[in-house]
C-alpha cells in the first residue's frame, strides 16, 4: 500500500458498521461518486463481517496506491481466525455456509476492480482489493494524503442504530431503483420485439426487391446486430443488478431479525425487572420490619418474594426450552396417567363453554421424558386451544400407539424412532392457513394481538419433543380445527409405575459422612453447605474443578461429590470423571443450570450419578443428598 491511510480494528458488531462507514466517507473524499461509494462501502463491509463472524474480528486498513493506469484506493482486511479450508469453492461460487461466507466474498469481488485473497488454515485470512479512481478525477499528492489522514482520524462516526437505520433507507432506495431498471429492460425487450418485426417485414421486401435494396438491407443487417448487442448488454447489467438485488434484500431480512430479536431481549429485560422488583422489595421490607423489632406480616413477604422467584425461574425454563438447552430430567412415563392427573386443571384453564374430551388407548406404551415438560407441552396447547375457540367448542386428547412403517401420513423417517407414542390436541376453532401452519414452529411468530403472544409456545414445544429425539406435526383447516401432535419415542426399560417406586425415598439425616462441594459461585456453595451442616454431614469446599480435584487426591474421606456442572478451568464432569480414576465407587450429584452437553442426563450420567436443575428448593437438595448416600454402592 504507497499511502497509508487509517486502520481500524474489528472487535464488535458496531465496529463493522463503523468500516462502512469509513469506506463511504473515504470513496466520497477520493471523488467516486454515489453508486461507486455504496459498492465501495457495500464490498468492505461485507469483507469485515466476514472477518468478525467468521474469525471473531479483525483489522481494516485503509489507503491509497499508485499504479500504470492511475491512482487507486486499496483497502486490507486481515483476521487471524481459522481460516478457510474450501477456498477454490469459494472463488467459485460453490460454497455456502450458514454464516454467509461464500456470498459475502464473491459479492464483493464482483463490486471492486481488484481483489486478492490468500488464506491458511490455523492462521487466519487476508483480503486486499482496491477500486481505480474515477477518469479525470484529481490526482492526490502525499501532502492531499496526509491530510486526507489526518481529517478521517479526526471524523466521529455516526451513532451505529442510526447507521443501520440509514443503511436500511438506503437498501430500500436502491431496491426502487433496480424496480425501475427492471422497468427500462421491459421497455427494451418489447422495442426489440418490435424492431424484429419490422425485420421479418424488410426481408420479405428484400426477397422481391433484392437487387435495389441490397445496400439498405446491408445497412439493416448493421442496425440490427447493433441493436442485439445493446439488447445483451442490458441484459447483462439486469442480471448482475438482480444479484446484487438479492443480496441487499438478505441484508434488510438480516437487520429485521435483529430487530425482532431486540424486541425479545426488550421484553425479558421488563419480565425480570418486574420479578426483581417483587423479590428486592419485600425482602428490603422483612429486612425493615425485622431491624425494627416487627413481626408481623413477615410471612407475606417471604411468600412474595418467593413466588416472585419461582416465577423468575419458570422464565428461564421457557428460555432454555426455546433454545432447546433447557436442562430435561427423562423418566420412563405414562402419558394416560399423566393427562388423567391434569383434568382438573386442564378443565380450570378452558372456558365453561369448551368441551373437554380424553381419548386414550388402553396398552399404551410408556415413553422415556420429562414429565414435568410435557405436562407444560399439553397445557400450552390446551391454552393456545382455548384462545382459537372464544365462543366455545371442543377440545380432545388423544393418545395412541404408532410405526412409521404402518403409515406415510405421519413424520419422515429420520425424523425419529420407528416406535412412537403420540399425544394429540385438536380443536374446533378457526384453524390456520397454510402460510401460517409454516411458520407456526418460527420462533418469535405469532398470530395473536400485540402485546398477547411472545411467539415462544409452540416453539419451546418442539423444542423439548426434538430434544426429548421425537417430533411434533401440525395440522390445520380453517374454519374447521387444528390438531397438534406431539411423537415422543417408545421406551423399552421399567415401566413408569416401576420407575416411580424406585425413585421414593425418605430424607435421613446424616451421621458424619463427609460431602465434597465444588461450587464456583459462593452464595450457591454457602446455601449447600449450610443445608448439608443441618442434616448432619461433614463438608469440605472447593471454587473450581482443580481445586476439587486436588480434594479429592488426597486420603481425604469422600462420600459424595456435589458439583456444579459449568465450573472454571475443569468442567464437574470432567471432574468426575478423573476423580474414579482414583475412587471408582464415587458417588456424584451434579447441579446445572445450562451447560452443553449436560441437558439430558440420558448419556450424561452414569451408574451412581443423578443431577438436579438449578434453581432448586432446599428440600429437593436434602432428599437427593440423603438419597445417595443411603444407596448402598
Not at 79 to 105: C, F, H, K, N, Q
Not at 377 to 406: K, V, Y
Not at 536 to 552: F, S
Request: glycine share 10%.
Amino acid at each position: 500500500m504507497r499511502w497509508p491511510l487509517l486502520t481500524s480494528l474489528i472487535e464488535q458488531e458496531d465496529d463493522v458498521i463503523a468500516v462502512r462507514q469509513r469506506a463511504r466517507s473515504l470513496g466520497e473524499r477520493l471523488g467516486f461518486g454515489l453508486q461507486d461509494q455504496t459498492r465501495i462501502a457495500t464490498a468492505v463491509s461485507e469483507i469485515a463481517r466476514n472477518a468478525f463472524g467468521y474469525a471473531g474480528g479483525g483489522k481494516v486498513e485503509y489507503g491509497v496506491d499508485d499504479g500504470k493506469e492511475g491512482q487507486s484506493l486499496a483497502v486490507k482486511i486481515s483476521d487471524a481466525g481459522p481460516g478457510i479450508p474450501e477456498l477454490d469453492a469459494v472463488l467459485e461460487g460453490r460454497y455456502r455456509s450458514t454464516t454467509g461466507l461464500g456470498m459475502g466474498i464473491t459479492g464483493s469481488r464482483r463490486l471492486m476492480d481488484r481483489f486478492e485473497i490468500a488464506s491458511t488454515v490455523g492462521r487466519g485470512t487476508v483480503v486486499t482489493f482496491g477500486k481505480l479512481l474515477p477518469k479525470g478525477s484529481k490526482t492526490f499528492t502525499g501532502a492531499d494524503l496526509a491530510a486526507m489522514a489526518d481529517a478521517l482520524a479526526r471524523t466521529r462516526l455516526a451513532d451505529p442504530n442510526a447507521a443501520m437505520r440509514e443503511q436500511n433507507r438506503e437498501l430500500l432506495r436502491s431496491l426502487a431503483e433496480l424496480a425501475e431498471r427492471e422497468e427500462e429492460a421491459h421497455r427494451l425487450n418489447a422495442e426489440l420485439a418490435e424492431t424484429n418485426r419490422g425485420v421479418v417485414a424488410l426481408y420479405a421486401e428484400l426477397e422481391a426487391q433484392a437487387v435495389q435494396l441490397r445496400e439498405a438491407g446491408a445497412n439493416l443487417e448493421s442496425q440490427v446486430a447493433a441493436r442485439t448487442a445493446e439488447l445483451a448488454q442490458a441484459n447483462e447489467r439486469l442480471r448482475a443488478e438482480a444479484i446484487e438485488r438479492e443480496r441487499m434484500e438478505n441484508d434488510l431480512r438480516q437487520s429485521q431479525k435483529m430487530e425482532a430479536v431486540g424486541q425479545l431481549t426488550g421484553g425479558i429485560a421488563h419480565d425480570f425487572n418486574n420479578l426483581l422488583t417483587g423479590i428486592v422489595g419485600s425482602l428490603d421490607l422483612l429486612q425493615s420490619r425485622m431491624a425494627k423489632g416487627r413481626k408481623e406480616n413477615l410471612g407475606r413477604y417471604v411468600e412474595t418474594a418467593m413466588a416472585s422467584a419461582n416465577r423468575a425461574a419458570a422464565l428461564t425454563h421457557r428460555l432454555l426450552a426455546f433454545a432447546r438447552r433447557q436442562p430435561l430430567d427423562p423418566k420412563p412415563t405414562d402419558a394416560n396417567a399423566l393427562i388423567l392427573g391434569m383434568s382438573d386443571l386442564l378443565r380450570r384453564t378452558i372456558s365453561e363453554a369448551i368441551a373437554l374430551r380424553t381419548e386414550t388407548e388402553h396398552d399404551l406404551w410408556p415413553t422415556l421424558c420429562d414429565p414435568h415438560q410435557l405436562e407444560n407441552a399439553i397445557l400450552n396447547l390446551a391454552i393456545n386451544a382455548r384462545d382459537a375457540m372464544p365462543s366455545g367448542g371442543s377440545l380432545t386428547i388423544r393418545t395412541r400407539n404408532g410405526r412409521l412403517s404402518e403409515t406415510t401420513a405421519e413424520p419422515k423417517p429420520g425424523e425419529m424412532p420407528d416406535e412412537y407414542v403420540c399425544i394429540s390436541v385438536t380443536d374446533t376453532g378457526t384453524g390456520m392457513p397454510p402460510d401460517v401452519i409454516a411458520r407456526a414452529f418460527d420462533p418469535f411468530f405469532t398470530t395473536k394481538p400485540l402485546g398477547q403472544g411472545t411467539g415462544l409456545g409452540l416453539s419451546m414445544i418442539y423444542g423439548f419433543a426434538k430434544q426429548s429425539e421425537g417430533h411434533a406435526r401440525i395440522e390445520s383447516e380453517v374454519g374447521v380445527g387444528t390438531t397438534i401432535g406431539i411423537y415422543l419415542p417408545r421406551h423399552h426399560g421399567a415401566g413408569a409405575e416401576e420407575a416411580a417406586l424406585l425413585e421414593v425415598h425418605e430424607m435421613q439425616r446424616g451421621d458424619g459422612e463427609t460431602v465434597l462441594v465444588v461450587e464456583d459461585e459462593q452464595v450457591v456453595r454457602d446455601l449447600v453447605v449450610e443445608v448439608l451442616h443441618d442434616l448432619g454431614y461433614r463438608t469440605l469446599q472447593a471454587v473450581d474443578g482443580p481445586g476439587g480435584l486436588r480434594l479429592l487426591q488426597t486420603s481425604a474421606k469422600v462420600d459424595l461429590l456435589v458439583t456444579d456442572v459449568g465450573l472454571p478451568g475443569l468442567n464437574g464432569r470432567q471432574l468426575a470423571d478423573q476423580a474414579r480414576e482414583t475412587r471408582p465407587d464415587l458417588k456424584v450429584l451434579f447441579i446445572t443450570g445450562y451447560a452443553e452437553g449436560a441437558v439430558t442426563p440420558t448419556g450424561f450420567l452414569d451408574a451412581g450419578m443423578a443431577m438436579i436443575t438449578k434453581p432448586f428448593a432446599v428440600e429437593t437438595l436434602a432428599t437427593r443428598v440423603s438419597a445417595m448416600i443411603g444407596e448402598e454402592g
